[in-house]
């Protein structure tokens, strides 16, 4: 999946087949197989019923297999649900609940493990931004999740934390940049199939035709625009245009 909606901590059981529906009125299906969605784990089940050809996600898993962990969900528990990736190191999870690299890399260890692509977001504060580290930030990140690691598949969400839900986004001409400096590290230095690197940081139908016009930019990972399934499918069309046009 190329283009994921992250809808975070939002959605209940009657959203997801209105959303559905908005969607299919809207973008093309011929880009569905290249979609994914990542709902609260309280929508998988919901999700699965009303499945086509979109690729259905979680926002996270425990770095645990199983066991007395309270609150965990655990790898084979979403892979149960009908999820086949997840997303991992989010911003808002490595803030809010303190994840470590270490962390991380066990999840994506347990995502593959389980057959589930793992969704390996990283991304700048704006300190680090202003400062002109983005790359060594980025490249400190990738050599804490995926040092080690052998063998594994995955896709690479590029998301400045800077432009998470702030409205700002980067200049597409330093997305590919950034896009392209990822790929670089990640072939050099580490023993993973980069399957693709999305962008993520307020992403929406206005501005994502442009950022997908960059040559080193896969999709995108979407939040807030893809709470509404139409504005979710004109940023899919919008894919579609440029991939397949």
Known sequence: MKVIANWKMHGFKEDYLHW???????????LFDDLGIAPPFTLLDECKIHQSKIKLGAQNISHLPEGPVTGEISAAMIKNSGANFVILGHSERRELHTET???????ILEASNHNIHPVLCIGEPKE??????????????????LNDLNNINLSIAYEPIWAIGTGDVAKPSDINKIHSIIK?????????????IIYGGSVNDQNSKEIFEQEHVNGALIGGASLDGH???????????????
């Open 128 to 145: 680090i931004y202003a400062a002109k580290k983005t790359e060594d930030f980025l490249y400190s990140q990738l050599q804490g999740s």
């Open 20 to 30: 559905y529906k908005n969607l299919s009125k809207t973008a093309d299906e011929n």
């Open 184 to 196: 670089e590290i990640c072939s050099r230095e580490f023993d993973v199939k980069l399957e693709n």
């Open 231 to 245: 504005s979710f499918g004109r940023i899919a069309n919008n894919f579609f245009e440029i991939h397949n046009g």
């Open 101 to 107: 690299e270490e962390v991380i890399k066990s999840k």
